[in-house]
């Protein structure tokens, strides 16, 4: 079984889609994002197709895309539909290429009047890497995501923090979260495919994506 990830944050603007990026351009992988909202402002697949300088052919369109920046729930809402989980399938790619699912939002966002999107991520049975802040406060949010994961039985493969790294929250979130620390994505200057790939060889084991 090839290396397939969902990934999810702590908040959203956490740096879920450049850590996504990374690992496209890193495992040469497939990039899906299921539930896109504020399409007008920002299309996700756009941003990851640009930055990990991806081929059309290793994206795959969103089963939901709505215009309004909000809560998946709230942008189908506006838009008189109902997000439905059955509706939502895993791609037909090759059996043998890595496959990168980015969610919406963090953890517990939702997505219609009773799920959430670890619903959604039950629903896929992938395992999810946690995208995390470096900054102040990302110890709390960090172990809050985290509970909220393994409650629903997730199988939480690791966290991604995007920032400038800090030893003390890395250390703290990796003892009391008792977590993977799969590594760090620091600010980038450029920020583009090349950039992407130098810093995963820095800062990233590949053994750890294996699945």
Not at 35 to 61: C, H
Not at 135 to 158: E, M
Not at 173 to 178: L, Q
């Amino acid at each position: 079984m090839p290396n397939r990830f969902f990934v999810t944050g702590t908040d959203t603007g956490v740096g879920k889609t450049v850590v996504s990026a990374l690992l496209c351009a890193a495992l040469d992988a497939v990039y899906w994002k299921p539930i896109q909202t504020g399409s007008r402002e920002d299309m996700d697949r756009e941003t990851v197709t640009r930055l990990a300088e991806l081929p059309e052919r290793r994206t795959v369109p969103e089963a939901y895309c709505f215009v309004p920046p909000v809560s998946p729930h709230l942008a189908a809402r506006r838009a008189g539909v109902r997000i439905e989980l059955r509706k939502i399938r895993l791609p037909k790619i090759d059996p043998g290429r890595a496959l990168i699912v980015e969610g919406a939002g963090g953890a517990l966002v939702p997505i219609n009047e009773r799920q959430v999107t670890t619903d959604l991520m039950a629903h896929l049975k992938l395992p999810v890497i946690l995208v995390s802040r470096t900054t102040l406060g990302t110890i709390n949010h960090t172990l809050l995501s985290i509970a909220a994961l393994r409650d629903a039985r997730l199988r939480v493969h690791g966290v991604i923090f995007s920032g400038k790294p800090d030893a003390e929250n890395r250390k703290a979130i990796a003892h009391y979260g008792k977590v993977r620390i799969l590594g760090t994505l620091p600010p980038l200057d450029p920020l583009n495919g090349k950039a992407l790939l130098k810093a995963f060889r820095a800062h990233f084991n590949r053994g750890d994506f294996l699945p």
